[in-house]
């Protein structure tokens, strides 16, 4: 299996991002996790795709652009632009999640699809197969440094099996509260991207926190799901 490890700048210094992203690129990280929030789908606004450019000028990782807006269609096409490698939205504000995901692809974009905490596991079945990766908020969306949901290990065990039941080859990442105290459990139960903010920018050593990170996540690897 293979483990990605993707910092989330939303709990980075913005005022020194460019030395941010440098020191969790030193330290290994696979991906650069970038969460755009509007103030309407969640309680708080961050960034948008002028921003995604920059750190795309100065990030070698791929970007991993999560969508926690409530009309992303509208915006798709421009953080393509702006540099996204992978982009995924929220299950909870697409109707026409299928039509979605495809516009995504077509731009030459990963797509995958959020899951919020109280999203059952049942509303991926009819997009299983089009979707690259699933993401599993472990935490309700809107800020950083919030604690794991506990149940949230089951139900990434869950969208394991349904995946393997759909033959998806899809990859499962995991965001939220996300630590070297339960890293190698997610991992464990299934998750292959590890989204952390706060456990990694929230120390006084990026580099070291993203090495850390890997080597108690990779204790999951062999573990019995």
Request: net charge neutral; charged share 20%; glycine share 8%.
């Amino acid at each position: 299996m293979s483990l990605r490890i993707a910092p989330s700048i939303l709990s980075a210094d913005f005022a020194a991002l460019g030395h941010a992203i440098a020191a969790v690129e030193r330290g290994g990280a696979d991906l650069i996790h970038v969460d755009v929030m509007d103030g309407h789908f969640v309680p708080n606004i961050t960034i948008g795709p002028p921003v995604v450019s920059a750190i795309k000028r100065v990030a070698r990782a791929p970007l991993d652009v999560h969508l926690m807006i409530s009309d992303p269609d509208r915006y798709i096409e421009a953080f393509a632009q702006a540099g996204a490698s992978m982009m995924s939205v929220h299950r909870e504000v697409l109707p026409h999640l299928h039509r979605t995901i495809h516009a995504i692809k077509a731009l030459g974009v990963k797509a995958g699809v959020v899951l919020n905490p109280a999203t059952p596991i049942a509303s991926l079945e009819d997009i299983a197969a089009d979707v690259d990766y699933v993401l599993i908020m472990s935490v309700n969306p809107g800020f950083g440094g919030q604690t794991f949901i506990p149940h949230s290990e089951a139900k990434l065990r869950e969208t394991r099996a349904l995946l393997d039941r759909a033959r998806s080859r899809a990859v499962i990442e995991v965001d939220g509260g996300i630590s070297l105290h339960n890293a190698a459990r997610v991992v464990a139960a299934g998750a292959q991207v590890l989204v952390a903010g706060a456990a990694i920018f929230g120390t006084s050593d990026p580099e070291r926190a993203t090495l850390d990170l890997r080597a108690a996540a990779t204790g999951g690897i062999a573990a019995p799901r």
